[in-house]
């Protein structure tokens, strides 16, 4: 093991040696069997289907179906086409109500078809939309909601198709961290109008970029299956609107692939899960986002609240030591969709009726986990957690006043594999987001 941090000189963010040789990423890709995927791309090679509603994509859509127990689970390139797809296809205009505690794509599908995403604040508790905001935010333009199941947690489902159809709205759920998670035992999938599924390279089930979306509905769908296919109904008969949402064989081939070791994958993050709950448990300010563990979850997000007044340093600061230490954690979803462009730009004000969106945004950060990150390193991530937060007054002093500790260049470069910093760096974790 690289060396125990006995004193703050031994963190690498000092110049210590990083406790990790390689970077631990979060979203690093789940790898099914390579033999199957192998012998499927040379099927599909054979074949010479490679896309446009293939074989594999069928059995792709198929199997979610099984999973989730939706009658139509429709392939797409990724989620935000996927979301893009479903928000025509639903004929949603004006105003859409969604949360800012997002990836940004949640509302970049419903700007880019020139829907304005009214966001909303959470429930502190869920970290989902809070339905009591939902309705307060209701206008004469408001077309639909858009719910985030975040981290695969199920949103208020009841509560939001209560206002849902005392308003006349339609109910979209942006569900691309929930795949293999449920809700009241049931699969989530089945919920609102449709649920749009992300398949992408950093989910617990991969192919390669994909998305599904599902719904049960049957006229939704033959839309949803059109629209995703430039509005083909039948060669040469295009009978509405549509783009190019499709998925191909090779993605549904990994996807499949993913699939068969869904299980596993989610067992290899449980364990992982209950590997941090253990050894975070009795870190003052540190609290990991538990799920319910009477329901379905796939486990696949380890999320922290830093309460910067008990731990003594920030989720900033303890970001700088564990990216030094080849710890890539992330600050996911800093600074909220409101704060990024365009939205800031257009809603200047936004901010304001979402007080606990901001404050979650400031203290949260997820940290690796998957089956590329094993329990001992879990365990030495936590012991670094834990000795910043015992020697926290110390490593703050060292950071604010050391101009010659020259952070790394964690967000900016790109290249986060690199930990050698600039003052530049410093200064974005030393001062807080502009607002
Ligand atoms: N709605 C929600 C709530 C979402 O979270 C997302 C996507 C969407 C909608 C849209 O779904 P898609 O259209 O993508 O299907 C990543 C993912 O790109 C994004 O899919 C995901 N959410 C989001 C939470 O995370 P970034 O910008 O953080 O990605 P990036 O490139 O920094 O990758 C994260 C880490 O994963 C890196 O440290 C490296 C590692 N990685 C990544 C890839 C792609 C690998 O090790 N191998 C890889 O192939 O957005």
């Given at each position: 093991m690289?060396?125990?941090?006995r004193a703050?000189?031994?963190?690498?963010v000092?110049?210590?040696q990083?406790?990790?040789?390689?970077?631990?990423?979060?979203?690093?890709p789940?790898?099914?069997?390579?033999r199957?995927?192998?012998?499927?791309?040379?099927?599909?090679?054979?074949?010479?289907?490679?896309s446009?509603?293939?074989?594999?994509v069928?059995?792709?859509?198929?199997?979610?179906?099984q999973?989730?127990?939706?009658?139509h689970?429709?392939?797409?390139?990724?989620a935000?086409?996927g979301?893009e797809?479903?928000i025509?296809?639903?004929?949603?205009?004006g105003?859409?109500?969604?949360?800012?505690?997002?990836?940004?794509?949640?509302a970049h599908a419903?700007?880019?078809?020139?829907i304005?995403p009214?966001?909303?604040?959470i429930?502190?508790?869920t970290?989902?939309?809070?339905p009591?905001?939902?309705?307060?935010?209701?206008?004469?333009?408001?077309?639909g909601?858009?719910?985030v199941?975040?981290?695969g947690?199920?949103?208020?489902?009841?509560?939001?198709?209560?206002?849902a159809?005392r308003?006349?709205l339609?109910?979209l759920?942006?569900?691309a961290?929930?795949v293999g998670?449920?809700?009241?035992?049931q699969m989530?999938?089945?919920?609102?109008d449709?649920?749009?599924?992300?398949?992408?390279a950093?989910?617990v089930c991969?192919?390669?970029?994909?998305g599904?979306?599902?719904?049960?509905d049957?006229a939704?769908a033959?839309r949803?299956?059109?629209m995703?296919?430039?509005?083909?109904m039948?060669t040469?008969?295009?009978v509405?609107e549509?783009?190019?949402?499709?998925?191909n064989?090779?993605?549904a081939a990994m996807g499949?692939?993913s699939?068969?070791?869904?299980?596993?994958?989610i067992?290899?993050?449980?364990?992982?899960?209950?590997?941090?709950e253990?050894?975070?448990?009795d870190?003052?300010?540190v609290?990991?986002?538990?799920?319910?563990?009477g329901?379905?979850?796939?486990y696949?997000?380890?999320?922290?609240q830093?309460?910067e007044?008990q731990t003594?340093i920030?989720?900033d600061?303890?970001?700088l030591l564990?990216?030094?230490?080849?710890?890539?954690?992330r600050?996911y979803?800093y600074?909220?969709c409101?704060?990024?462009?365009?939205?800031?730009?257009?809603q200047?004000d936004?901010?304001?009726?979402?007080?606990?969106?901001?404050?979650?945004?400031?203290?949260?950060?997820?940290?690796p986990t998957?089956?590329?990150?094993?329990?001992?390193d879990?365990?030495k991530?936590?012991?670094?957690?834990?000795?910043?937060?015992?020697?926290?007054?110390?490593?703050?002093?060292?950071?604010?006043h050391?101009t010659?500790?020259?952070?790394?260049?964690?967000y900016e470069?790109g290249?986060?594999?690199?930990?050698?910093?600039?003052?530049?760096?410093l200064?974005?974790?030393?001062q807080?987001?502009?607002k």
């Amino acid at each position: 093991m690289n060396q125990v941090k006995r004193a703050w000189r031994d963190l690498a963010v000092f110049g210590g040696q990083p406790a990790f040789d390689e970077p631990l990423h979060v979203g690093r890709p789940n790898i099914g069997s390579r033999r199957q995927f192998f012998q499927q791309i040379e099927d599909i090679l054979d074949r010479r289907q490679l896309s446009n509603d293939g074989p594999y994509v069928q059995s792709f859509e198929r199997e979610l179906s099984q999973l989730t127990g939706v009658k139509h689970c429709v392939a797409v390139s990724n989620a935000t086409v996927g979301l893009e797809i479903a928000i025509r296809a639903l004929g949603l205009t004006g105003e859409v109500i969604a949360p800012s505690m997002t990836f940004v794509a949640t509302a970049h599908a419903l700007q880019w078809l020139g829907i304005t995403p009214v966001f909303c604040d959470i429930d502190p508790q869920t970290m989902n939309l809070d339905p009591t905001q939902v309705e307060v935010l209701i206008t004469p333009q408001t077309s639909g909601i858009v719910g985030v199941h975040l981290w695969g947690r199920p949103c208020a489902t009841e509560a939001l198709a209560d206002i849902a159809r005392r308003h006349n709205l339609k109910l979209l759920y942006d569900a691309a961290h929930a795949v293999g998670c449920s809700y009241k035992g049931q699969m989530i999938g089945n919920f609102g109008d449709a649920e749009v599924f992300s398949f992408h390279a950093t989910k617990v089930c991969n192919a390669l970029e994909g998305g599904i979306i599902a719904t049960h509905d049957d006229a939704l769908a033959g839309r949803l299956r059109r629209m995703r296919n430039f509005g083909f109904m039948s060669t040469d008969n295009v009978v509405e609107e549509g783009t190019n949402g499709k998925m191909n064989e090779i993605s549904a081939a990994m996807g499949l692939t993913s699939l068969a070791k869904l299980d596993s994958f989610i067992a290899e993050n449980y364990f992982n899960y209950k590997t941090y709950e253990r050894d975070l448990a009795d870190i003052p300010g540190v609290t990991l986002t538990l799920y319910n563990e009477g329901e379905k979850n796939n486990y696949h997000y380890i999320v922290l609240q830093v309460d910067e007044k008990q731990t003594g340093i920030s989720r900033d600061q303890l970001i700088l030591l564990l990216f030094a230490e080849n710890v890539l954690a992330r600050r996911y979803f800093y600074p909220g969709c409101h704060r990024m462009e365009p939205y800031r730009t257009l809603q200047p004000d936004a901010g304001l009726r979402l007080p606990y969106t901001e404050s979650l945004v400031e203290r949260t950060l997820c940290l690796p986990t998957g089956t590329a990150v094993s329990p001992t390193d879990i365990q030495k991530i936590c012991q670094i957690i834990r000795f910043a937060v015992e020697n926290a007054a110390s490593i703050r002093a060292q950071l604010l006043h050391n101009t010659t500790i020259l952070p790394t260049s964690i967000y900016e470069s790109g290249d986060q594999t690199n930990c050698q910093t600039t003052a530049a760096h410093l200064q974005q974790f030393r001062q807080p987001h502009q607002k």
